[in-house]
């Protein structure tokens, strides 16, 4: 599986956690629909599960003027997916690799104002990344 799809299928299973509070395992089974799973996929979204208190800090931190219950179920969610590949992937996903991929699987799956939100958000986490 291409790590795009990965991360698209992380996206979907993360998402359908966040709102059935079903579990990673189900969650993954029922967006692969009887593919056979992927090693990356499966660490993302475990990797978001086990970390989300952490990412969810990261997050606060680094929104204006929005709290992070505000924001699109689609758009925290590539958010999240994003940070931890940002902040646990770093060895073997370089950081503009992450934001360019949350970017684009926004372009897909957000609203016409998504990707530039995810943009604007994930540029200031790398900035404080940076610092």
Not at 23 to 41: C, F, H
Request: proline fraction near 2%.
């Amino acid at each position: 599986m291409k790590r795009r799809t990965a991360r698209e299928k992380a996206l979907q299973a993360i998402f359908q956690i966040d709102m059935n509070e079903t579990t990673p395992n189900e969650a993954i089974e029922y967006v692969l629909d009887g593919q056979s799973s992927d090693e990356y996929l499966e660490k993302l979204v475990v990797g978001v599960i086990e970390k989300r208190a952490d990412i969810d800090a990261i997050l606060k931190d680094h929104l204006e003027k929005w709290t992070i219950d505000r924001l699109a179920n689609v758009d925290r969610n590539i958010l999240r997916v994003a940070i931890y590949e940002m902040t646990e992937c770093a060895e073997d996903v370089p950081v503009n690799v992450a934001i360019n991929e949350a970017i684009e699987i926004a372009k897909t799956f957000g609203d016409d104002e998504s990707s530039k939100f995810i943009n604007s958000v994930l540029s200031k986490v790398k900035q404080t990344m940076e610092d």
